[in-house]
């Protein structure tokens, strides 16, 4: 069976690429359902872009790699598809949007769009070779019990990455890039709560603290969550992308304010209560009391010198703290690094060297933040994948 363009994967790139790619298309996926992690995501809401997504919000080895693609199908035109669909949705928080009702909406939406563009779907199925030749390329697949052999011009790799393996996911982009000679570049767990090591943490679990979190010169000012295993929440998911193994991160707890001028203030008005006691009014219960052991709190604050509520307020806006490592693949929400973009045109998604080949998603060195942003990758990678095809093919896209 010949098609102009299989691509594999049916998550969030892949069903984006085959609504604008025109043509006989066929995506193909090992999962028994399309878009599985969408369904997850955001706590089953999807938080499907973010209203402030641009080149910033994107890490790569090429930091303009993704310009060209985010500026030619923006959160504007994805938020417009959401509301031609009738998708009722809202804003979280900075800029994240959300279904009001259920990830499985933009599912639907996804496979609605594929139909209206004739696109062919087969799920559970195994792909046991990829093969390129000079008509393009050859795939040998096992579905249904049966072994078939598709040939296509297009071939879209938009399997993803390595996070979340427990939802089928596999390094097999990586796998087919380097047969057809494209380079990979190192990959790791990012979006992902740090561990520390014998249960550091473990009397905190659940604490939430608003912080700025530190690390390579980045910061993030959101939520950190104590965990058993270590720390967690959003603050940590953001910067855990930039921190590197052995490396240090630096937790200001009182982001917004002169802790050193409440400390002083309240030596003014509380000096008989206990140093330990004020802190308790200052940060949650718990994390008070760890923090006074930790630091080995003693006197009333009237006794504190203005040298050492000073010393004090560095400590608490300036915690210094050295994960072992991270949650790895298994919690992750992305995988930093993949295909190197310098082997992928910017405006295409299409392989330098070997036409026909594209890769979008999460596949390549593209990762974004935190809210939304890799979720706007996807939808801007497959559009440019998809489009190209079109027009190489001579076929408008519908958008």
Sequence with gaps: MHYDTIILGAGAAGMMCATHAGGRTLVLDHAKNPGEKIRISGGGRCNFTNMYAGPENFLSQNKHFCKSALSRYTQWDFIELVARHGIAYHEKTLGQLFCDNSAKDIIH???????????????????????????????????EGKTHKLTCTNLVLATGGKSIPKMGATGFAYEVAQKFG?????TRAALVPFTF?????????????????????????????????????????????????????????????????????????????NTSTILGHLLPARLADYLSDHLKLTGNIADQSDAALRELADKLTNWQLTPSGTEGYRTAEVTLGGIDTDDLNSKTMEAKNLPGLYVIGEAMDVTGWLGGFNFQWAWSSGFAAGTAIAAKRGHASSF
Excluded: C
């Design 109 to 143: 939406m996804l496979l609605a769009e594929m139909k209206k563009s004739k696109a062919d779907l087969w799920l559970q199925t195994q792909i046991t070779d990829v093969l390129h030749n000079e008509g393009g390329y050859t795939l040998t697949v096992q579905r």
């Design 197 to 273: 090591p014998e249960g550091r943490f473990k009397s905190l679990a659940g604490v939430a603290q608003n912080v700025r979190i530190s690390a390579n010169g980045t910061s993030f000012e959101e939520a950190l969550l104590f965990t058993h295993r270590g720390v967690s929440g959003p603050s940590v998911l953001q910067i855990s992308s930039y921190w590197t193994e052995g490396n240090r991160v630096s937790v200001n707890l009182f982001p917004n304010s002169d802790v050193f001028a409440t400390l002083r203030d309240k030596r003014q008005s509380d000096g008989r209560r």
């Design 182 to 186: 494209l380079k990979v570049t190192d």
